[in-house]
């Protein structure tokens, strides 16, 4: 039967009744009303006493995929989700926003520096030693800030921005599951993952000091060993031990940076760019085999002491073999929400076996993106021309940035005076800089109100959009699990907040 989750009038969980008829009642009387549908959740509108029954809440932890579950002191299960976090699109937001930073700080230097020329405020080249720099560095036209990357401090307890990121979104899903149901208990199952042993399990207590090129004398063995000595592509035979970033850019001879290609991969990797991009996602995905479970690793300890200041005194840890056992004991299939209801069921005496009927679905979403720039464009000049195709005038472009950036294809402003000096005056000049991000935009993971058939409304997650029409506007509107509908049968209802039932 269906599982209705209940709250008091002050929206305190209460326990939650299978009485269906009794629920339509209360709602047809105004004795209740609908606080979300997916789980469906009604709010009583008079005042109950507060549950004194326990719950007890089971989660099985993960990188991309958490289980999580609830369970009633007979071992009856409540509730069980299968949730996913968007933890590995961390990395990828950081680095755009330092490619975002690098730009605009490289151009406010350009800036300072063109309007020292104009101002007759430079000084000649000269050298200055800045702090952490062994060598002289030559300063031209202005002065140099000082570098102030050696003042900062982590505090302690610092973690890694994926790691505490996924840190939160792990408290934050349970403090959801806390809305739909009086949680007393929490049992959480503790890995802490040997990379080392799981790579070779007879290894010995020595050996834990031994590093990557232990008993191969040569970079170039340990990436034959790596690669079974056949080529990352495909399975020739190794020809070539290549640098995936070229040691002209700063590119080190270790075994991270190294790949074996056989004669045919390696000249397409120093012709194409596809090729290129394509080794470095494999090598990345050779080099970080334990991303997720060292990230995991990384947040455990916290995790603890957090659901123990959640559940004073009711804060309970299992582990991964304790979870299987009781698993095959009871012929429970293995999934991530099945782990979960294991895991609540762990700590009760002889419970009766009754996994939910429904297995709920939740996504994490951003709640917010602060970023205001959405991209730098490129100084651009163009040259009146004529259309080939239609005949009509039109810019042409013909250059790109007063100079050359660094892997610049097109030309340049001060490549193309000297191959036209007599056209530099016909120029057209489109200005560089920012391009802003709209501040209304609505974001992936907000609710919309959509006619999914006549007549019939459905709330849904929404997803992105895709398209534009005439007017700029978005074509199609895409929701999670359902696909695309029309703007005209969405109705936007509120903005995303983190987690949310899909």
């Known amino acids: 039967m269906a599982i209705t989750y209940v709250q008091d009038r002050r ?23 609908v606080v979300c549908s997916n789980p469906f959740t009604i709010r009583l509108m008079y005042e109950v006493d507060p549950c004194t029954q326990g719950f007890v809440l089971g989660i099985d932890p ?14 009856t299960g409540l509730f069980t989700a299968k949730a996913e976090t ?16 690098q730009a605009s700080r490289q151009g406010e230097r350009k800036r300072r520096q063109r309007r020292a020329k104009k101002n007759g405020t430079c000084f000649d080249e000269r050298k200055r030693i800045l702090p952490g720099c062994k060598k002289p560095i030559t300063n031209h036209y202005i002065k140099n800030t000082e ?9 302690k307890g610092w973690l890694t921005p994926t790691a ?8 934050s899903l349970v403090c959801k599951v806390c809305k739909l149901l009086p949680v007393t208990d929490v049992v959480l199952e503790l890995n802490k993952f040997d990379f080392m042993a799981m790579d070779n399990p007879a290894i010995q207590r020595w050996e834990y000091q031994k590093g990557p090129l232990h008993g191969y004398g040569s970079v170039e063995a340990a990436v034959y060993a790596q690669q079974k000595g056949h080529c990352i592509f495909c399975d020739q035979a190794i020809a070539n031990y290549h640098h995936v970033i070229p040691v002209s850019k700063g590119g080190s001879d270790t075994l991270d940076n190294r790949a074996g290609l056989c004669g045919h991969h390696h000249g397409l990797v120093h012709k194409q760019q596809a090729w290129v991009d394509k ?9 970080k085999r334990y991303a997720a479970l060292s990230v995991v690793n990384q947040i455990m300890p916290r995790l603890v002491d957090e659901l123990g200041k959640m559940f004073p005194g009711h804060a309970l840890v299992t582990n991964g073999w304790s979870t299987k056992q009781f698993r095959d004991d009871h012929g429970i299939p293995k999934d991530h929400n099945t782990d979960a209801y294991c895991i609540a069921c762990s700590i009760l005496e002889n419970p009766t076996i009754k996994l939910p009927e429904e297995v709920y679905e939740l996504r994490k979403f951003r709640r917010h993106d602060r970023a205001i720039i959405n991209q730098i464009c490129e100084r651009n000049y163009y040259l009146p021309g004529v259309d080939p195709e239609t005949g009509k005038p039109k810019n042409i472009l013909v250059a790109k940035n007063r100079h050359k950036r660094t892997e610049q294809k097109t030309a340049s402003l001060e490549e193309f005076r000297a191959a036209h000096p007599n056209d530099v ?17 609505v974001l992936p993971g907000a609710i919309f109100q959509v006619e999914t058939s006549p007549g019939k409304f459905e709330q849904l997650v929404f997803q992105g959009s895709h398209g534009r029409d005439k007017n ?15 703007p005209n049968r969405c109705k936007y209802v509120a903005r995303g907040r983190g987690w949310q039932f899909v």
């Open 425 to 441: 005056g016909r120029l057209m000049v489109a200005r560089g800089g920012p391009k802003y991000k709209d501040p209304n935009r």
């Open 164 to 171: 505490n990121q996924l840190l939160l979104s792990t408290i």
């Open 86 to 101: 968007n933890n590995k699109d961390v990395p990828k937001r950081m680095k755009v926003r330092k490619a975002h930073r």
């Open 472 to 486: 700029g506007q978005p074509s199609y509107l895409e929701f999670v699990g359902r696909g695309n509908f029309r």
């Open 11 to 33: 929206g305190r969980p209460l326990a939650p009744t299978t009485r269906g008829g009794h629920v339509r009642r209360l709602l047809d009387s105004k004795q209740a009303r």
């Open 147 to 155: 570098a102030r990357f050696m003042n900062r401090r982590r505090p």
């Open 279 to 287: 080794l470095a996602e494999l090598k990345a995905g050779m080099n």
């Open 62 to 75: 993960g990188r991309t995929n958490i289980g999580i579950a609830v369970a009633a002191t007979d071992g």
